[in-house]
């Protein structure tokens, strides 16, 4: 079963540009969330999708925005990039709710911001 | 206000011995807690998970104890291994929300 696959693995941007992450969960789950892990802030829950609604949201700017697919694939994107935003960003798939609440993680987008 | 702490923030320890990680929650509404390994530049991975309603699950060399009334966790590998060197999370979640809370997570080396 193949795992969550995030795309692209890295990215360098310049600061004011726009960026978008994607995510394919595993097969078969259909809640996707996505994380920012930084040194400072460690790991960080941005926000967390099921059959294409936002369910919850973490302490992000509106920058930060999300959207799922009806395949449950996912996007985040960010806009007006900082600085700041430079870091690893994850998305994780859940299985459907019911059988277990543990997310299984991609291998995350590493973000450089210059 | 972290709510999920790791207060080390990294741990030495000899192959074939037993790891201790540690974790400690302040949020009284988490009910699942759940611990993940994670080497650089990947994304974590799922090692153990426990609920609330529990104070002990295994799972090969992995074990994890909940005391709810100290609010702490603790997470034992036994025997540790070179390969288990890497950074450890703690996290909790609270109900039907997906949001896991991390700690800041713990070094662990195992030293052949």
């Known amino acids: 079963k193949a795992g969550v696959t995030q795309t692209p693995r890295y990215l360098i941007k310049t600061r004011g540009q726009q960026v978008t992450l994607s995510c394919s969960p595993i097969s078969g789950h259909r809640s996707v969330s996505w994380y920012q892990q930084t040194p400072g802030q460690g790991l960080q829950f941005l926000f967390e999708y099921f059959s294409e609604t936002q369910r919850n949201k973490g302490n992000f700017p509106g920058r930060f925005s999300g959207r799922q697919f009806s395949n449950s694939r996912s996007e985040m994107n960010v806009s007006t990039l900082e600085l700041g935003d430079s870091a690893l960003y994850l998305c994780?798939?859940?299985?459907?709710?019911?059988?277990?609440?543990?997310?299984?993680f991609g291998q995350g987008t590493r973000l450089t911001v210059v | 206000d972290q709510q999920v702490k790791q207060n080390s923030p990294s741990l030495s320890v000899q192959e074939g011995r037993i790891s201790i990680l540690n974790c400690d929650y302040t949020n009284s509404m988490f009910d699942y807690f759940l611990w993940y390994k994670k080497y650089p530049a990947e994304g974590p991975t799922f090692l153990i998970s426990?609920?609330?309603?529990?104070d002990k699950n295994e799972d090969g060399r992995f074990t994890v104890f909940l005391n709810k009334s100290a609010k702490h966790l603790s997470l034992h590998i036994v025997p540790s291994q070179p390969g288990d060197s890497a950074v450890y999370f703690c996290a909790a979640k609270s109900g039907s929300n997906y949001k896991l809370t991390f700690g800041k997570g713990t070094l662990l080396t195992v030293n052949p």
């Open positions: 994780a798939s859940i299985r459907t709710p019911g059988q277990g609440p543990e997310a299984f």
């Open positions: 426990i609920s609330s309603i529990k």
